[in-house]
């Protein structure tokens, strides 16, 4: 009796396991991509696939074309001061970003934000820097600036 008892609990939880399973294989033989407005991610150095018309996503940026119709975008909210990020050119940064070197068709850009005053880095000439930083050298298109206050 208790064999009888073991297998039929067995034989229960392998038929529950089964029909929990099927959502997961109906999804799995699914022909559709999931939509990118299906994906949330919030955190510093997320990506996501996005339409290239697509510019609601504030902080956000992108960092490589997929095809003419998308591009893949990376969060920089949230980043720790230092962080760098490669992106495509022509691309607005957030507040505190700043642009480090550029070839032609990407750049890479620096975090600003959260420096500790005395903070000594190196950006183009020609990039905005945020209040705070004053610029204590030039050379060769590249200005060192340091963080005072």
Known sequence: MKTLVRNTAVIVALGALIVSALPVVAMAASSTAPSYSLITTQSYGDIKRVPVSDNSNVGWVAYVLDGNTHKYIVNLNGAPYGARKTILTNQ??????????????????????????????????????PSGWVV???????KSIKKVS
């Not at 070197?101 to 000594?120: F, M, R, V």
């Not at 204590?136 to 590249?142: K, Q, T």
């Open 136 to 142: 204590i050298a030039r050379n060769n298109g590249i």
């Open 92 to 129: 607005a940064v957030p507040y505190g970003w700043a642009f480090t070197t550029y070839d032609g068709k990407t750049q890479n850009i620096l975090n600003l934000n959260g420096a500790p005053i005395g903070s000594i880095d190196s950006v183009l000439d020609s990039s905005p820097i």
